[in-house]
């Protein structure tokens, strides 16, 4: 209902894509009683220069943020974020943390298709996110090609601000992979930020990223995701490089 309502009151400011957790989701959770922990280290190496305040420029900002999960059950996953910032003047700091929660349909072996939706709320400080409250809501679809040659996962994302009653911003995001046996898998991922649903910006205010990735399956409790970006328009981010690394 909320959602419905925040649509309905009008367009608000842009948020940006999430410079900390610049990730597509599957539509699978970690095994039931087993704890999972990601490291997500980002560095925006030529980003924008400008922000309005009290945000920070993203320009030389590194972001390191520690994702421990727990799955429930074969279908719910809980987690959580605590993000750091390195910034350009060489300051380490906090810089927020999530809450989510991630449910998906259990997969069938004859089903090429999977389905989920994750669910955050975090409280960053004021010189990440001016609004300090939000949340995101993103439904997640996968599919594979028949014998798992290709891997397509998208996720439609409603960015959400606490703060004021406004539309929630659309940031799809969608990731293309050949898969490589269980060895790795290499490919492209893009990430959008639209504006605000009903109130979409100008494309040259929007903000779009391809990402080139490599994905590294072959060790049987680490993975890792690693790649480099480029902002597509003026109101992105030149260069952006990211990598994961996964413990389960």
Do not use: C
Not at 72 to 92: K, N, P, R, S
Not at 103 to 126: A, M, Y
Not at 202 to 224: D, M
């Amino acid at each position: 209902m909320t959602v419905v309502v925040t649509v309905l009151i009008g367009p608000s400011a842009a948020h940006a894509v999430d410079p900390f957790e610049i990730q597509v989701y599957d539509a699978t959770v970690g095994e039931p009683g087993r704890p999972a922990l990601e490291l997500h280290i980002n560095s925006v190496i030529s980003g924008r220069r400008d922000a309005a305040p009290p945000e920070l420029p993203a320009h030389r900002q590194s972001h390191f943020t520690a994702e421990p999960a727990f799955g429930i059950t074969d279908w719910w996953e809980v987690g959580m974020y605590v993000q750091t910032a390195l910034l350009a003047d060489g300051t380490f700091e906090y810089a927020g943390s999530k809450l989510r929660t991630k449910l998906v349909v259990p997969g069938r072996p004859e089903s090429r298709l999977r389905w989920g939706v994750n669910v955050e709320v975090s409280r960053l400080p004021d010189r990440y996110e001016r609004d300090v409250w939000g949340g995101e809501i993103r439904p997640i679809a996968t599919w594979s090609s028949p014998g798992g040659a290709w891997y397509v996962s998208v996720n439609p994302i409603l960015d959400l601000s606490f703060a004021r009653l406004e539309a929630p911003s659309f940031e799809p995001a969608t990731t293309v992979l050949y898969v490589i046996g269980g060895l790795m898998s290499a490919g492209i991922e893009y990430y959008a930020n639209l504006g605000p649903v009903g109130g979409w910006l100008p494309p040259g205010e929007q903000e779009h990223y391809l990402f080139e990735v490599i994905n590294v399956l072959a060790w049987k409790h680490v993975r890792l995701n690693a790649g480099v970006g480029e902002g597509l328009t003026g109101a992105s981010n030149d260069f952006v490089a990211k990598m994961i690394v996964g413990f389960r």
